[in-house]
């Protein structure tokens, strides 16, 4: 079965930087497209930033400039590297795993698979 694992979240201080990872297993990973979304208390899931088979990358423009995705495919990982951290960024963090092209993605919204996400804090 299809199982994606979140690990990287926790506490930190306004500025500060997490590395979040992805492993995921049950699937052709390199024909993925992976992303990472996050969903605060009492708002809508939001996607954070994506990355397709061939390394295309797509980021919301709250955190452009901050965030970098990234993946490693002889791993079956995906990564998001989180700096300049700002209060506004707490949420859970979910990973995805989508077959579909990028421009399906941004157009319909994330389908396929999700991992169970991680806690990420900033606070002072």
């Known amino acids: 079965q299809v199982q994606l694992v979140e690990s990287g979240g926790g506490l930190v201080q306004p500025g500060g930087s997490l590395r979040l990872s992805c492993a995921a297993s049950?699937?052709?990973?390199?024909?993925?497209?992976m992303g990472w979304y996050r969903q605060a208390p009492g708002k809508q899931r939001e996607l954070v930033a994506l990355i397709n088979s061939g390394g295309i990358t797509n980021y919301a423009r709250s955190v452009k400039g901050r965030f970098t995705i990234s993946r490693d495919n002889a791993k079956n990982t995906a990564y998001l590297q989180m700096n300049s951290l700002k209060p506004e960024d707490t949420a859970v963090y979910y990973c995805n795993a989508d077959q579909r092209r990028l421009s399906s993605i941004l157009l319909r919204g994330a389908g396929g698979s999700w991992g169970q996400g991680t806690q990420v804090t900033v606070s002072s």
């Open positions: 049950g699937i052709i990973f390199s024909d993925n497209t």
